[in-house]
């Protein structure tokens, strides 16, 4: 458990619950609640015990509501201890955590750290998992110094998997590494069979369920053997172990209260983990909206808020948020006459006080050239009316859809950084280091180790092998190391590699000049495999220094594979920190974020709903909303831009062609008075044509045979 509170934050809270019994619950609110309007307080307020829904509409300070809701429980009398909030990022979590902090110093008038001690159980889904895995990890059979995988390394390990079954080798096309992944992943978190996943979301591969059964079956027991587990472990092993009523029981009595923010991006196995824990539903708060779900293709279902209503009532209590303080009544009123056609929502007309008489704007263009050309001219002219590149965002469908805007941004030298593209973890040289880290800390983590002996010259697959091998049956991996006889090319290095295992296998090896210990080891070679070193190892001092903010080696490991950073920046260059730069976003990456000024681009059919999302009603309704997300990002100005042609390239022997696009079906007639509507680049001037000169005629002919006489 948790160590206990501090003394005088005890102390404090008995003091303020003593000197003010009626304060929480008085008509006047206390000086903490006085700025929340009469939803947001009806939402903190809410009795503790029965089950609570609170929508919460776009900018309707969803955030600022759910930590007044904790620092009102803790005020009121809940054991802070007790306390379980699980967020979607590590960075919600903290962020959380501050702000409850404040509240409470706010309301105990003193700096105590209540917030803190208030939210020791705060977290992603995945971390909370992953920490109540190793506190019942005896209980549960695996080991303590059990290492979480990335998608990479998960990957890789199937991949393998895949090999040794010789499921590789088929004549017909058998689903790649990534792709076996992916659909073990939907399975797993969405709790449906194998054959239902493939055949509506991977139907290409039905004729490989049995083949992919076997897959999946040698995946987990090859986990199992190297003391690893994946992400979607730290889910499916915790809603597992809730199975067991004794052991549900236990956990769920750890926690009073269970706050749960965005909980319309929740898929079934956390549904499921949430009912375990609260079964009829006492102490259970969540937050969510549902016109914002748009991540089905994580395995997220809209049904797990839209049900919770039914799922406990007749107890269950809703509160809906539809004050919005981010847009413009304007920009509302047109995104709430989209997400109005919805085939099925809570019902929620976003209102603000920020009134505007500048409508958003429908541009129609001629095709994605045009497109690029006005989004960059408009906001250049928005950035010399006053408006900052920061505080404007480009948002699109699919990542590719930006291309042409980035071409035209780095012709006119605009800097700017997309999200929504390579994962800094996933470069190369970052994953030999964190591969390092993770092989000392587990060295039965197979592909861990696999990577980690390949960066020593004359160290092969079968020699990598090998070791591994001997180390699976080893009581002493170090032992078994130390043993081991390497090439004789490799003896140099595997001198410094012993060297490196002695100090970080040791038992109170510290933490982070460990890490600082890998990055110096792993140096020689950056400098041996790549070209580019130099520019590389400004990732690596970036990673150490993120390194020294964690308090031991597995928190690191744990917490920046659940929650990596995810920005990547374009050609034009990486921007720096004092330098204006425009934010170009696909809208899943954009959720939680807003700016003065708003442009979506390829607001058609084919890109909007996108060609591959309209199979089925729910698809396309997830798509709705992908569009709804994108417009409530505009705080003062939205342009949703329509090209009329693309130009698309075929396969040989077919040529090249232009399409032509209408606008998106979630745009009909009826919601565009909601709009300005205008085309770009605008017709002439009418009047009369100027009159032509007469040209003399020119003969190139005779020129161009008088050229050789």
């Not at 300070?61 to 009121?76: D, E, F, I, P, W």
């Not at 991977?202 to 190297?226: H, I, N, S, T």
């Not at 280091?433 to 060295?443: I, K």
Request: charged share 25%; hydrophobic share 45%; with cysteine.
């Amino acid at each position: 458990m948790p160590p206990d509170l501090a003394p005088d934050v005890d102390i404090a809270l008995a003091d303020v619950r003593a000197s003010e019994p009626a304060g929480v619950h008085a008509d006047a609110p206390p000086a903490y609640l006085s700025r929340l309007n009469p939803e947001q307080r009806a939402a903190v307020e809410h009795p503790g015990d029965a089950p609570l829904l609170i929508i919460a509409g776009a900018g309707s300070g969803k955030t600022n509501t759910l930590a007044h809701r904790v620092a009102h429980l803790v005020l009121a009398g809940a054991d802070p201890r007790r306390i379980l909030l699980l967020t979607f990022s590590r960075r919600a979590a903290a962020e959380m955590g501050r702000r409850v902090e404040r509240i409470l110093d706010q309301a105990l008038g003193t700096q105590t750290g209540a917030g803190r001690a208030a939210l020791q159980w705060s977290g992603t889904f995945h971390a909370i998992g992953a920490r109540l895995l190793r506190e019942y990890a005896e209980t549960l059979g695996l080991a303590p110094t059990f290492t979480i995988s990335d998608r990479g390394d998960a990957a890789d390990l199937m991949h393998v998997v895949r090999h040794d079954l010789g499921l590789s080798e088929q004549t017909s096309r058998f689903p790649r590494k990534e792709t076996c992944l992916a659909i073990y992943s939907r399975v797993v978190n969405t709790q449906l069979p194998l054959e239902v996943v493939l055949k509506t979301q991977f139907p290409r591969y039905a004729m490989w369920a049995d083949a992919l059964k076997g897959l999946f079956a040698g995946y987990v027991a090859a986990k199992q053997k190297q003391q690893v587990l994946d992400y979607d472990d730290l889910l499916l092993y915790w809603a597992q172990a809730l199975t067991e009523p004794a052991l549900a029981l236990d956990m769920g009595a750890r926690f009073d209260h269970v706050l749960v923010d965005e909980y319309q991006d929740t898929n079934a196995l956390q549904a499921s983990i949430l009912l375990a824990l609260k079964p009829d539903g006492r102490g259970l708060t969540v937050v969510g909206d549902d016109a914002q779900s748009i991540y089905a293709f994580r395995g997220a279902t809209v049904r797990n808020i839209l049900d919770f209503p039914t799922h406990f009532s007749p107890a269950a209590h809703q509160v809906t948020l539809s004050r919005n303080y981010r847009s413009t009544q304007p920009i509302l009123t047109a995104a709430n006459a989209v997400i109005g056609l919805a085939a099925e929502r809570f019902t929620k007309d976003l209102w603000s006080d920020r009134e505007s008489a500048e409508k958003p704007g429908v541009v129609v263009v001629n095709d994605e050239a045009d497109q690029a050309r006005f989004v960059v001219e408009q906001i250049l002219a928005r950035r010399e009316a006053g408006l900052s590149l920061m505080a404007q965002a480009v948002l699109f469908r699919a990542a590719d859809h930006s291309a042409q805007v980035e071409i035209e941004l780095a012709r006119r030298n605009i800097p700017f950084v997309k999200f929504g593209g390579l994962k800094f973890l996933e470069s190369t040289h970052v994953k030999d280091v964190m591969a390092v880290v993770r092989w000392l800390e587990n060295p039965r983590d197979r592909m861990a180790g696999f990577r980690t002996l390949q960066l020593l010259p004359g160290i092969g697959p079968k020699t990598a092998a090998r070791v591994l091998e001997g180390l699976e049956t080893a009581q002493e991996p170090l032992v078994a190391l130390e043993a081991f006889e390497p090439p004789p090319a490799a003896a140099p290095a595997w001198e410094d590699l012993i060297a490196l295992a002695r100090t970080l296998m040791a038992p109170a090896s510290p933490w982070p000049s460990e890490f600082e210990q890998v990055v110096a080891w792993y140096l020689p070679h950056l400098e041996r495999i790549h070209d580019d070193a130099p520019a590389r190892q400004a990732d690596l001092q970036q990673i150490e220094r993120i390194a020294a903010t964690y308090a031991s080696r597995e928190r690191f490991l744990t917490e920046l594979t659940l929650d990596p950073p995810s920005a990547s920046s374009d050609e034009s260059g990486v921007p720096s920190r004092d330098e204006d730069y425009l934010i170009l976003s696909t809208i899943h990456s954009a959720k939680g974020q807003e700016w003065k000024a708003v442009y979506v681009l390829n607001a058609v059919d084919g890109c909007m709903p996108s060609d591959l999302a309209t199979g089925t009603t729910e698809e396309i309704e997830e798509e709705r909303r992908l569009l709804y997300v994108a417009m409530t990002r505009a705080k003062d100005h939205l342009d949703i831009v329509v090209p009329q042609r693309f130009y698309v390239h075929q396969q040989v022997g077919f040529g090249d062609r232009h399409v032509y696009a209408s606008r998106t079906r979630f745009l009909p007639n009826r919601v565009m008075p909601n709009f300005y509507s205008r085309s770009w680049p605008p017709p002439p001037m009418p009047g009369e044509a100027p009159a032509k000169t007469p040209l003399p005629q020119v003969d190139l002919a005779s020129r161009m045979r008088n050229m050789w006489k």
